[in-house]
């Protein structure tokens, strides 16, 4: 793990951390435990206190997960998903669980820190967070949803270009995309960016065929969709993931004698 990999991840995995579903998700926990008063906070707190205790409970529980999880993404990415789990599940019951206790021993009326067992309020919560992160895999929220090898009727090609990425094995590459001095990989499950010449990047694609468009741009033969000519005579490339890549003149012949685009003329007669 780099700690480039690891501020990706954490910039991926905090995007869905402020999505709106992530915030009904939040708002429906907050309501529950709110309303419902678990782990005797019912009959300590008033609902005013339950509010504020709950919200702050909630919210940090939200953030720690997240942050676990993207800690676990660095480290494993997409292998060893029980292994994962775990390692977050651990994570999140060593940060959250001590600031509970913390939390609790402050603002309940009833109950002190001399009440309160940390070790316990760490179990708890590591039980809880173990819970959640397996029902977000059985769902789908993770890859690969299910703990167990699966097998796939169609296996991506595996590239050189593969182990750079924190993409799961079996992801297809769709593009590559010059940066200065990085390339953009687009695959089937996000995309990534590698401190590479693109030309370094399209020598570690093969056995995969493909073809460059443009100075700055390489797709994947399987990943194009359909071509499309616009007026003025610009051409783009339209993949299965929906990126549109531009198709300079210089490589135009290439895609030509491939089939993929029809010569000017022709495409004028059929008009």
Not at 49 to 70: E, K, N
Not at 136 to 165: C, K, M, N, V
Not at 191 to 197: A, G, S
Request: proline content about 6%; charged content about 15%; overall charge positive.
């Amino acid at each position: 793990m780099n700690w480039t990999d690891l501020r990706l991840h954490f910039v991926e995995t905090f995007s869905i951390l402020f999505s709106s579903v992530t915030f009904y998700v939040w708002a429906a926990a907050l309501g529950i435990v709110v309303l419902a008063g678990p782990f005797g906070s019912y009959d300590t707190m008033s609902m005013p206190i339950r509010m504020v205790y709950w919200s702050l409970v909630v919210t940090a529980g939200f953030v720690i997960g997240f942050a676990a999880r993207a800690v676990m993404r660095a480290l494993l990415q997409h292998r060893h998903p029980a292994l994962f789990d775990l390692g977050a599940s651990f994570l999140v019951g060593i940060f959250l669980g001590p600031l509970i206790w913390v939390l609790r021993g402050w603002l309940d009326p009833v109950l002190g820190y001399e009440d309160l067992t940390l070790i316990k309020i760490t179990l708890n919560t590591f039980f809880i967070a173990s819970g959640i992160f397996v029902v977000r895999r059985q769902i789908g929220a993770e890859f690969p949803s299910s703990y167990w090898p699966q097998t796939d009727p169609y296996i991506s090609p595996q590239t050189r270009l593969h182990r750079r990425l924190s993409c799961p094995p079996m992801a297809e590459i769709h593009r590559l995309t010059a940066n200065n001095h990085y390339v953009e990989v687009a695959t089937s499950v996000g995309i990534e960016t590698l401190r590479l010449r693109l030309v370094d990047a399209i020598e570690e694609m093969e056995p995969v065929a493909g073809f460059c468009t443009h100075r700055s741009h390489w797709v994947a033969i399987d990943a194009i969709s359909r071509m499309e000519r616009h007026s003025g005579g610009k051409v783009f490339v339209l993949l299965k993931n929906g990126d549109r890549v531009p198709v300079s003149r210089k490589y135009r012949p290439n895609l030509e004698a491939a089939g993929l685009l029809e010569p000017p003329d022709v495409s004028a007669q059929g008009r």
